[in-house]
């Protein structure tokens, strides 16, 4: 029994799409909370990495802030750098009474209300997360403060001996721990003021990473918990979090991911807790400033059950709608299929038949229905492969055909170039075997010369263009002076300017002088170029060659006649090997006769040559003459790959 295509896609889809769906139905129930869980791991463990990345883009801005606040204000660079450094025990009374001084006490005073203390109390208003801010000498002691201070000799703090650093200076980074002011998880920032390469002050900015961590929490679709936790030992010691008080390291398990956890992950804790952790990269330097700098963990946590909450809901919602869908699906994947595959198939396989016939113009047109709901597939590509088979075989057919049309006039054209000379070298030969007179042996001698040279010209045009020989193996590259290579086309072709009696007119620019290029091939350029220049200028004419230098390290060499100008629908063909305006046998063994017409090859081998050099060649035509104009490049390309030889 023979089964039609139709019924072999049913049994296809009832086997290959049912079964399938109703296991991953089963697979979605079943394995569901996994998959959220997943889900939210990977979703928190991106957001705990961008947090790392945001805090430790804060940290270095931080940095970059104090400098720039102390640092560049020359004002207080110079004072810093004049400062005087107060006597032992003046120091020592100072700072015993300075917890207990009034903010309106002058030397207090001097400190709140320092213009640099106004400054950084801008930058506090703008920044809530930013504590305080407080800017010593290089000796330890308080110049500028944004809020009283509990010591005014900060020299024996630890955050100021490693700053300072002997000297050297360094960016130093405290551990987030509880600063003077309560309950704030603050982390000190200090770095060296200095004048030129000299130390000559210390600032330092707290930060409330508590506040900052909280913001960060906020943003959290599923409310984490955020903890900053450094790595101790091998033992996670949490330093700032969300919660307050704040979890046991025991509870949380952290020793095992923190004491060999190198990169980002999550998990799912004994306990049930969701975390994800991203360490963030502690700062190695900050402008000439080296960083010392703790190296923490930032972890987001939230409770499974919280997270997975909506789970339960879903996999009702899934069960119920799971074989309503299934079924819609299989009707749909079946429109689908018969809509997409049976029919374009069905085109296909009549196209095949029309183009057997020998209708090569035919082509498949892919249903557009198919690629919008579905995209491209592999009937798609066989389409298109089809397509493009059938264009090939049409364009080979057509290039066979001008292949032919070209070989027929190569040889029509060529036979007629080599029979006119040798006829009338025979024929001359014949009436001077008779012949005693010296002169008319010396006339005929000379005529027969130029038909051998016309019939040599003839011959190398063909050659310059056939593949393998000397002209196409490249280019041979050397100074060419452009100049002398003009001048040598005026020698040459002035006897056949002086014939027409024209001009030739030669404008060089100042600025040309030697070019690398190959200088028989683009000697051939401009013979070309000026022979046929003066074919289409009329008696009594002017030809124009111009050459000048083009922006990007170019030469531009113009060749102006004053012809009737080339027709619109001959334009395109103008390069062409062969191509001859009109009859291609309406042609003139003749070199420079009024619209006389070649072989077609002149045009064709400037073209070929120009481009060997890396250049282009193109015209402008109207009813008052044509210009070709040549670009080529005035330095050798570094590297050039092999033109194939021109059709």
């Known amino acids: 029994m023979k089964f039609g295509i139709r019924t072999k896609m049913i049994a296809l889809l009832a086997t290959v799409?049912?079964?399938?769906?109703?296991?991953?139905?089963?697979?979605?129930?079943i394995g569901g909370s996994r998959l959220q869980t997943q889900v939210l791991g990977r979703s928190m463990q991106g957001s705990a990495g961008l947090a790392a990345g945001e805090l430790r883009l804060s940290l270095r801005k931080n940095v970059e802030l104090l400098v720039a606040i102390f640092e560049h204000d020359s004002g207080v660079n110079d004072a810093l750098a004049r400062g005087p450094k107060r006597r032992d025990e003046?120091?020592?009374?100072?700072?015993?009474?300075?917890?207990?001084?009034?903010?309106?006490?002058?030397?207090?005073?001097?400190?709140?209300?320092?213009?640099?203390?106004?400054?950084?109390?801008?930058?506090?208003?703008?920044?809530?997360?930013?504590?305080?801010i407080i800017l010593t000498d290089r000796h330890g002691q308080l110049v500028a403060a944004t809020g009283k201070t509990t010591d005014f000799y900060q020299g024996d703090e630890t955050w100021w001996r490693e700053t300072f650093n002997s000297g050297n200076g360094q960016v130093f980074f405290s551990d987030a721990a509880p600063d003077v002011l309560a309950r704030i998880g603050?982390?000190?920032?200090?770095?060296?003021?200095?004048?030129?390469?000299?130390?000559?002050?210390?600032?330092?900015?707290?930060?409330?990473?508590?506040?900052?961590?909280?913001?960060?929490?906020?943003?959290?679709?599923?409310?984490?918990?955020?903890?900053?936790?450094?790595?101790?030992?091998?033992?996670?010691?949490?330093?700032?979090?969300?919660?307050?008080?704040?979890?046991?390291?025991?509870?949380?398990?952290?020793?095992?991911?923190?004491?060999?956890?190198?990169?980002?992950?999550?998990?799912?804790?004994?306990?049930?807790?969701?975390?994800?952790?991203?360490?963030?990269?502690?700062?190695v330097s900050?402008?000439?400033?080296?960083?010392?700098?703790?190296?923490?963990?930032?972890?987001?946590?939230?409770?499974?059950?919280?997270?997975?909450?909506?789970?339960?809901?879903?996999?009702?919602?899934?069960?119920?709608?799971?074989?309503?869908?299934?079924?819609?699906?299989?009707?749909?994947?079946?429109?689908?299929?018969?809509?997409?595959?049976?029919?374009?198939?069905?085109?296909?396989?009549?196209?095949?038949?029309?183009?057997?016939?020998?209708?090569?113009?035919y082509r498949v047109a892919s249903e557009p229905g198919g690629r919008r709901l579905l995209g491209p597939d592999e009937i798609n590509d066989l389409v298109d492969d089809f397509n493009r088979m059938v264009q090939h075989v049409q364009e080979s057919h057509q290039a066979l055909r001008e292949a032919n049309e070209m070989k027929t006039n190569f040889i029509r054209i060529a036979g007629h170039e080599l029979r006119t000379p040798v006829s009338y070298m025979i024929g001359l030969d014949r009436l001077l075997q008779d012949s005693n007179d010296p002169q008319r042996i010396k006339e005929a001698l000379h005529a027969i010369a130029n038909r051998a040279r016309r019939l040599n010209e003839t011959i190398r045009s063909i050659f310059k263009i056939m593949p393998?020989?000397?002209?196409?193996?490249?280019?041979?590259?050397?100074?060419?002076?452009?100049?002398?290579?003009?001048?040598?086309?005026?020698?040459?072709?002035?006897?056949?300017?002086?014939?027409?009696?024209?001009?030739?007119?030669?404008?060089?620019g100042d600025d040309v002088s030697v070019v690398q290029a190959d200088r028989d091939k683009l000697h051939d350029v401009l013979e070309n170029l000026v022979m046929n220049a003066i074919k289409f200028t009329p008696d009594g004419g002017a030809v124009r060659v111009?050459?000048?230098?083009?922006?990007?390290?170019?030469?531009?060499?113009?060749?102006?006649?004053?012809?009737?100008?080339?027709?619109?629908?001959?334009?395109?063909?103008?390069?062409?090997?062969?191509?001859?305006?009109?009859?291609v046998m309406k042609h003139s063994s003749g070199q420079s006769g009024y619209q006389k017409r070649g072989m077609g090859l002149g045009l064709t081998i400037v073209k070929y040559f120009v481009e060997l050099h890396g250049g282009d060649v193109h015209v402008t035509t109207g009813p008052q003459g044509s210009t070709f104009t040549v670009t080529i490049p005035l330095e050798r390309p570094a590297s050039s790959l092999r033109p194939t030889t021109p059709a």
């Open 17 to 29: 799409v049912l079964v399938p769906l109703l296991v991953s139905l089963l697979t979605i129930i």
């Open 90 to 132: 003046e120091l020592a009374q100072l700072d015993n009474r300075w917890p207990r001084l009034a903010e309106d006490n002058p030397a207090m005073k001097k400190v709140l209300a320092h213009p640099a203390a106004k400054t950084a109390g801008e930058i506090i208003d703008a920044d809530p997360s930013i504590v305080e």
């Open 186 to 283: 603050g982390v000190t920032i200090s770095v060296p003021i200095r004048s030129g390469q000299k130390v000559v002050g210390v600032a330092r900015m707290v930060i409330d990473v508590n506040r900052w961590l909280n913001q960060i929490a906020r943003a959290e679709p599923t409310e984490a918990m955020m903890l900053l936790v450094r790595n101790e030992g091998g033992r996670g010691v949490i330093t700032a979090a969300t919660a307050a008080p704040r979890p046991s390291p025991e509870v949380l398990q952290w020793d095992a991911v923190l004491s060999g956890a190198k990169s980002g992950g999550w998990r799912v804790n004994d306990n049930g807790l969701l975390q994800a952790y991203e360490p963030v990269e502690p700062l």
């Open 286 to 361: 900050v402008g000439q400033d080296k960083v010392l700098m703790p190296r923490w963990m930032l972890v987001a946590q939230v409770p499974l059950s919280q997270a997975l909450g909506g789970m339960s809901r879903l996999t009702v919602a899934l069960a119920a709608l799971g074989t309503l869908v299934i079924v819609a699906l299989f009707l749909v994947g079946y429109l689908l299929a018969d809509r997409s595959i049976v029919r374009r198939i069905r085109h296909l396989e009549a196209a095949t038949r029309r183009v057997a016939e020998g209708d090569l113009t």
């Open 468 to 508: 393998g020989q000397r002209y196409s193996e490249g280019v041979h590259y050397s100074d060419v002076d452009v100049r002398d290579l003009i001048e040598q086309a005026r020698a040459e072709s002035q006897p056949f300017i002086e014939q027409r009696g024209q001009t030739l007119e030669i404008k060089v």
């Open 546 to 583: 111009s050459a000048g230098m083009q922006l990007g390290g170019y030469l531009s060499i113009k060749v102006t006649d004053q012809g009737p100008g080339i027709a619109e629908a001959d334009l395109p063909h103008i390069f062409d090997s062969f191509f001859s305006t009109g009859d």
